[in-house]
């Protein structure tokens, strides 16, 4: 077999263009393995996103296109957990929250500790405004990376309290 032109897949020889899928999240929504590597739109106030099973290389990427409300999460799935840094920005205020840092060993000690993310873009611990990103990769079959520089409507950002248990 000859070698794959430039930008060309080696398993079925398709021009690859390198554009990223997009997925439009304006309900709850349930995401696979397949997907790995989109961006996802939520484009809603309150609805949750569920990831696949960890398994090490899978990505999305999370962007907020409203801000967030009660309800708006990421979910890891069963047996899987987040660990990462989250930092919190006030929008109202020159000011800085106390940033989440959650190591692996301890995101994998007690996983049902750390399987949720949680969004409210009015609060002084959470945040999750419009045009705000989160960045998840699994780096195991257990636990994702997480990664995310959030925003809030509070004038005095507290201790950060994004990933939680469900």
Known sequence: MANPLYGQN????AIQDGKSSVVVAGDDITLTAAQT????FMNAAAKTIQLPAAAPGLNFKVIFGVDTTA????LAA???AFFGVIRLFSDTADQVGVPQQITHATAIG??????????????AT?????????????VDDTAWHVSA???TTANDPGTVAVIVAS
């Open 149 to 151: 520089d959030l925003t």
């Open 78 to 80: 069963s047996g899987d």
């Open 126 to 138: 959470i945040g999750g405004m419009a045009g705000d990103m989160v960045s998840v990769m699994a």
């Open 37 to 40: 590597g989109s961006t996802v």
């Open 71 to 74: 309800g708006a999460d990421i």
């Open 110 to 123: 007690t996983v049902a500790n750390y399987d949720t993310m949680d969004f409210v873009a009015a609060t």
């Open 10 to 13: 080696k398993a079925d020889g």
